[in-house]
């Protein structure tokens, strides 16, 4: 990101020849204990009197979510919980769509809300933020998420989509203070990605129609990549048994580029920037990326992400995969290696120890 250095935090143990699968939880259990096994002791045993709130920041396309849901499965849904934003929305939108639930919502919003506006014109602005685009307001928002939070007391909390405005940052910065319910560490988590590698990962992803599961046609198969000779194209059967071989397809909206959400990369970048420079609040810096001419000191090669091409025809008519390493371009221009969602893991519980005072 210019205007901003993420040090790289390498991954390498000494001695560790062995390579991991990291598409599967048990390969990925086993990578995490090799890298990482005292420093997830220590915040293990942490977790069992103690939380946390960390507020993942980053670009559109960043890895967010993944990055969460990986710590999340290091140490348990009883220890740790990912909250998404916007699936807390969409579930408060559900559950006011019935008398029984919009009344429980606006009774929370009674006893809690302190703002501008109306509780009625707060839920109001949920149900029509679909049709008519109106944006939830900030002081209902805090509010909802702390009617989340409400749910998991003692719990360590991942937030992923707040704050997502300049405007949100004082809200989350001082949330527990304003709340007064939240009395343990909350920091920052802050991501830095080349604006090439959210392009690739747009252009390329398809999803299942039947379980919704995301993938990339480059960057992130299946096992069984198929070769459409009507329309002369490659494309992924989704490896989820229930689906019956189900065809991926483009996820709507990603053919258009960054140019359709170049607005909100460049107010997510300000936001990264903004959470930064804000003194008093620990922050933990996670790089996307490393140089290729550094790559091999700090990563092992199967922790860097690959690209996939393909060539079709043959006696068998069979297609043919071939994989190598992807080398892009970051956004000051220098040639670098995209890390896989494990590898930036191991750098945020490498720092998450350190933040906690472990």
């Known amino acids: 990101m210019k205007g901003l250095e993420f040090t790289i935090i390498g991954t390498k143990v000494k001695g560790l020849d062995e390579e991991f699968d990291l598409n599967s939880p048990k390969g990925r259990r086993e990578y995490f204990k090799a890298k990482l096994g005292d420093e997830i002791d220590h915040i293990s045993k942490y977790l069992e009197k103690g939380s946390f709130i960390a507020y993942f920041l980053g670009k559109k396309g960043s890895g ?50 302190r703002g501008y506006i109306s509780v009625q014109e707060g839920i109001e602005s949920i149900l029509n933020r679909s049709q008519e685009r109106v944006s939830v307001p900030d002081q209902i928002l805090l509010t909802l ?56 990962r747009m252009k390329y992803r398809v999803v299942c129609p039947i379980c919704q599961t995301s993938r990339n046609l480059k960057l992130n198969i299946t096992s069984k990549v198929r070769y459409d000779e009507e329309k ?97 371009k970051d956004d000051k221009g220098v040639e670098v290696y995209s890390l896989l969602a494990p590898a930036v893991v191991v750098s945020f519980i490498k720092q998450l120890k350190e933040v906690l005072g472990l």
């Open 232 to 328: 002369k194209k490659f494309y992924l059967e989704c490896d989820n048994p229930t689906c019956e071989g189900a065809r991926m397809v483009v996820k709507e909206g990603d053919g258009a580029g960054l140019g359709a959400i170049r607005e909100r990369l460049s107010n997510d970048e300000e936001l990264v920037k903004t959470a930064f420079k804000l003194y008093g609040v620990p922050k933990i810096l996670l790089r996307n990326h490393v140089p290729v001419i550094e790559a091999k000191k700090y990563f092992d090669d199967y922790e860097l992400t690959s690209e996939f091409t393909y060539e079709w025809g043959g006696k068998k008519k069979k297609v043919k995969v071939i994989k190598r390493l992807w080398i892009v």
């Open 64 to 113: 967010k979510g993944t990055y969460a849901k990986l710590v999340e499965e290091i140490f348990g849904e009883d220890k740790i919980v990912h909250c998404s934003i916007g699936d807390i929305v969409r579930s408060v939108h559900k559950e006011i769509e019935t008398s029984d639930g919009k009344q429980r919502v606006m009774n929370y919003l009674n006893l809690r809300y």
């Open 145 to 200: 998420i702390e009617r989340e939070f409400d749910k998991y007391r003692g719990k360590a909390i991942l937030i992923d989509g707040f704050p997502r405005t300049l405007d949100q940052v004082s809200y989350s910065l001082f949330f527990r203070d304003l709340m007064g319910y939240r009395n343990d560490p909350d920091f920052f988590a802050l991501i830095d990605i080349p604006e090439t590698v959210i392009e690739e």
